[in-house]
């Protein structure tokens, strides 16, 4: 067991798993334990099993675009496997989000002045509508997390971001659009994850997962 006070979940502040994690524990963590983001999904997983977290909260699946490749690829190689303690489902609303200086320049000289949009891989199949209308031209680069994706947004006058309005109240950047998702009914499912003690039974939550594992396999070998 480990003695860590660490609830840990991928950031940035502002990411969908930071929403998570406050409808999971609460907004103020109690017992004294502290939320603490991290760079990447893998990194949520080293941190459970290594002890340096007590728990963590990672995305699994979306309701419009299925599994979460990285914790997919995680739950089916990690040995031995974080126990499955517990889920939450957030809903998911995408914000077209950009420094000032870029929404000036989209007044003057059109949804064409914007070059890159940054957002996280799994994002791009449920906004797939809204990008094709306004921003077909733009190049899609693919980042760690939405929070991040504002970051650079910040920094870069020819990008726009796609992020949960979280990262507004974090970030310098406006909105320029709201919910631009293809699905106003669009999901994502997180679990919780605490460190695998050797000779503890699997949760019931553990097997279920193991049957969505096992199920999606067969729909990628089919």
């Known amino acids: 067991m480990t003695n860590s006070k660490l609830i840990a979940y991928l950031g940035p502040p502002g990411t969908y798993s930071q929403r998570a994690v406050t409808q999971y524990f609460g907004k103020t963590p109690s017992g004294h334990y502290e939320y603490v983001p991290l760079n990447t999904i893998a990194d949520c997983f080293t941190a459970v099993q290594d002890g340096t977290a007590a728990y963590v909260v990672v995305p699994f699946s979306n309701s419009s675009n299925g599994p979460v490749k990285f914790t997919y690829d995680l739950l089916r190689t990690t040995e031995p496997r974080p126990s499955i303690i517990g889920e939450t489902q957030v809903k998911v609303e995408h914000y077209i989000l ?6 000036q320049r989209i007044e003057q000289g059109g949804e064409d002045a914007v070059r890159t949009v940054y957002s996280h891989p799994q994002v791009w199949g449920q906004c797939t509508q809204y990008l094709t209308s306004h921003f077909s031209n733009a190049a899609r680069i693919s980042v760690d997390s939405t929070a991040y994706a504002a970051t650079l947004a910040e920094k ?5 971001a796609i992020a949960s309005i979280a990262a507004a109240d974090v970030f310098h950047v406006e909105v320029y659009a709201a919910e631009v998702q293809d699905n106003q ?6 679990l919780v994850l605490e460190r695998y003690v050797n000779g503890a039974e699997r949760t019931e939550l553990d097997q279920s997962v193991d049957m969505e594992l096992v199920r999606w396999d067969r729909v990628t070998a089919a």
């Open 156 to 160: 870069d006058e020819n990008a726009v």
């Open 185 to 190: 009914d669009n999901y994502t499912r997180f």
């Open 98 to 103: 950009a420094a000032p200086a870029t929404l």
